[in-house]
């Protein structure tokens, strides 16, 4: 489900400490108030709804269309939910940089100490991951990702690659009730700058026979795959191919291809959690469905907010510390009181909603 598309240009620094500490308050705050009044499945659903997470970064006085909105975002809910797991029954794993590399570790900690099978949300991280870096590859770069979940087994992942010759940043969101195949058009939307001009889409429904080929492909004795690349890759390119033959190694699409004979993969997810499919892997697996056998994938892009406290740049104003410690502290008061069964703060917040929904 496409919702549309916006700037995220690359922009540099950090949020200023009083301005985070600030952030990871309301975000608990305002997480804690709508597990209470919605439950933890409807916080998942709302976090992979790129539009109202751009909403969100704006509530809490961010950037509303840099990429940190994203890093930063994210950042404050992992910390403003910590120590409260147990209590809410949600957990956050990832971060940007080497924080992502240490999802599975967190995710089985917390398994481990909340007993639920960790495994299950372990691949769901793993393969969200992969089909955004094999499957979809646009030209931006993953180098952010976080998963929130619960011990249901539900989930909600938010990632987000960098372009470096344009500077700006695409982040991708998934919900775990949309995705029924991980390799069949399953984000709940990407946020982005521009649709661009080739993207190699092989979640794409238009991708159907691609697939079907490819999986037919590495189910092959891979001497005869391999020749079929060799083949291929005499022909002259298509000029929609934006990679190049020095970019096209046999040496490791053998690798794979030894793999998947031994063990067949049965659908096309199974193809994809295989280790050491790559981008380059499939691209040639792409070349060859296509060349030879006319089975085209789709290069077309699937790309497709509100100010509450500021934000950290002035723009459209400063943050004012004194309105947001207000909104931080009539939250806090009203969980406080909902807890003890005095609902009377939560039905008032709510009854705003006809003059301003």
């Not at 970064?57 to 930063?72: A, R």
């Not at 092989?202 to 391999?226: F, M, Y």
């Not at 990679?243 to 030894?258: A, F, H, Q, S």
Request: overall charge positive; hydrophobic content about 35%.
């Amino acid at each position: 489900m496409k919702t549309g598309y916006m700037t995220l240009p690359l922009h540099g620094g950090k949020a200023p400490h009083w301005l985070m500490e600030r952030m990871t308050k309301l975000a608990r705050s305002i997480i804690s108030i709508m597990v209470m009044e919605f439950g933890r499945e409807e916080v998942l659903r709302r976090l992979s709804d790129p539009v109202w997470f751009q909403s969100l970064g704006c509530l809490l006085g961010f950037d509303w269309h840099s990429s940190g909105v994203t890093t930063t975002v994210t950042y404050a809910i992992k910390s403003g939910l910590k120590g409260l797991e147990g209590e809410l029954g949600i957990f956050v794993a990832g971060g940007k940089g080497k924080h992502s590399l240490l999802v599975p570790e967190e995710i089985k900690k917390t398994g481990d100490a909340f007993g639920f099978d960790a495994e299950r949300i372990i691949y769901a991280s793993r393969l969200s991951a992969k089909v955004d870096s094999v499957l979809l590859q646009d030209g931006y770069s993953l180098y952010h990702h976080v998963i929130i979940y619960t011990k249901e087994g539900k989930w909600s992942v938010i990632q987000q690659g960098m372009n470096e010759e344009s500077r700006t940043a695409r982040r991708y969101h998934w919900f775990s009730e949309k995705v029924q195949d991980f390799t069949l058009e399953p984000h709940t939307g990407i946020i982005s700058e521009r649709r661009e001009r080739s993207v190699l889409d092989i979640t794409s429904r238009k991708s159907e026979d691609a697939r079907k080929v490819i999986l037919d492909l590495v189910g092959t004795a891979p001497d005869k795959v391999i020749s079929l690349y060799q083949k291929a890759i005499s022909y002259k390119m298509p000029s929609r191919h934006y990679i190049t033959l020095k970019d096209m190694r046999p040496e490791n699409l053998k690798k794979v291809l030894i793999k998947t004979y031994e063990t067949i993969p049965q659908d096309f997810e199974s193809l994809l959690a295989v280790r050491g499919l790559g981008p380059m892997s499939l691209r040639a697996l792409v070349l060859i469905s296509d060349v030879i056998f006319g089975a085209k994938p789709s290069y077309e892009d699937p790309v497709i907010y509100s100010f509450a406290h500021g934000g950290k740049d002035g723009y459209p104003y400063r943050v004012r510390r004194d309105v947001y410690d207000k909104s931080i502290e009539i939250l806090e008061k009203a969980i406080k009181r909902a807890k003890l069964g005095q609902r009377e703060e939560l039905e008032a917040l709510r009854r705003l909603q006809k003059y301003f929904l």
